[in-house]
Every structure is written in structure tokens, then in C-alpha cells.
Nanobody
């Protein structure tokens, strides 16, 4: 089992920055990849950014490229999402997701709200 706890959301003005964090606990040695998704009101959950636990690859949604950076603090098994130049359309609940070796389901955190005012 892996537990994911997000933090770092909040209210920010357009053009501002926020850094989200996702702390992974439990059997972290079984993590294959982690990612950030988001869900705005009335919309489906969408992929934002993700990377392999080994660091072999990283992917970003087109909306995140050039503005968001996903990174990992190996010592603390924490994944960060640095978000710069935020726009009102970035307003959503952001979720951390982990793909686990040998598991048929993904693991999700509880979500953290990001609100960008214009």
C-alpha cells in the first residue's frame, strides 16, 4: 500500500506561482511512476505532468509545458509541482497519482485546491 498526501494549494493572483507537494508513504519502493492530475468544476480529470520514479522520462500536458515543472525529493519520497505564471484556467483541484508495481489500480491523494484569480 502507498499513501499520498498533497499540500501547497491556495489562492493566487494571475501570473503568480505555487508549489504543490505530494508526500508518499508506505511501500514507496513499489512506485513505478507518479503524476499530477487536475479537475476543474464541471470538467473531467485531466493529466498535468508525470514522470517515472527512476527518472527515465517526464511528460507534460501542453497546457503545462513551459510553466510547470515536476520534480522529486528522493530523500523524502516527495513529488513537487512548481507552477509559474498561473492563469485563471489553472483553477482546479490538483491530485497526486501513483502507479504501483503489481497493482491493478492507481493510488490517489485527497486533492488540493488551486484557485487563480484574474
Amino acid at each position: 500500500q502507498v499513501q499520498l498526501i498533497e499540500s501547497g494549494g491556495g489562492l493566487v493572483q494571475e501570473g503568480g506561482s505555487l508549489r504543490l507537494s505530494c508526500a508518499a508513504t508506505g511501500r514507496t519502493f513499489r512506485i513505478l511512476s507518479m503524476a499530477w492530475f487536475r479537475q476543474a468544476p464541471g470538467k473531467e480529470r485531466e493529466f498535468v505532468a508525470g514522470f517515472s520514479w527512476s527518472g527515465d522520462w517526464a511528460n507534460y500536458a501542453d497546457s503545462a509545458k513551459g510553466r510547470f515543472t515536476i520534480s522529486r525529493d528522493s530523500a523524502e519520497n516527495t513529488v513537487h509541482l512548481q507552477m509559474n505564471n498561473l492563469k485563471p484556467e489553472d483553477t482546479a483541484v490538483y491530485y497526486c497519482e501513483a502507479v504501483i508495481m503489481g497493482s491493478t489500480t492507481d493510488y490517489w491523494g485527497q486533492g488540493t485546491q488551486v484557485t487563480v484569480s484574474s
